[in-house]
């Protein structure tokens, strides 16, 4: 087998090499942007106010021209703005979902100590 070939499927992470073959990824720009677009489109025609709502709803703040490149695929959200955006269009999952989802026997740790 050629090194190319031993090479094929493995991405370099510093200096560990990790196998990819088969795993698809958990997050695309493009796709994420899309569907952004598409969720909120449904709730908000102008970017403006969604911003707005996303600020009065979670008190994070971005610029309509980052939300545009968010839906473009051009940017990608930071952690805090993803949750923020999910929060605003699916008000109905909230924090407590996500956190289920993530790790249902932390979540309830967590929740008791947000309740401090």
Excluded: H, N, W
């Excluded at 493995?10 to 698809?24: F, M, P, R, S």
């Excluded at 489109?41 to 106010?49: H, S």
């Excluded at 407590?96 to 929740?111: Q, V």
Aim: aromatic share 6%.
């Amino acid at each position: 087998m050629t090194k190319a070939k031993s090479d094929q499927g493995k991405a370099v992470a510093g200096e560990q090499a990790i196998e990819t073959d088969g795993l698809q990824p958990i997050y695309e720009d493009r796709m994420y942007g899309a569907i952004l677009r598409a969720l909120r489109e449904r709730q908000f025609a102008r970017g403006q106010d969604f911003c707005d709502a996303m600020a009065a709803k979670t008190r994070l703040r971005i610029s309509e021209r980052t939300l545009y490149e968010l839906e473009k695929g051009k940017q990608e959200p930071t952690f805090r703005e993803a949750l923020a955006m999910l929060v605003t269009l699916k008000p109905e999952l909230g924090i407590r979902d996500f956190l289920r989802a993530a790790d249902p026997d932390l979540a309830e740790d967590i929740l008791k100590m947000m309740q401090r």
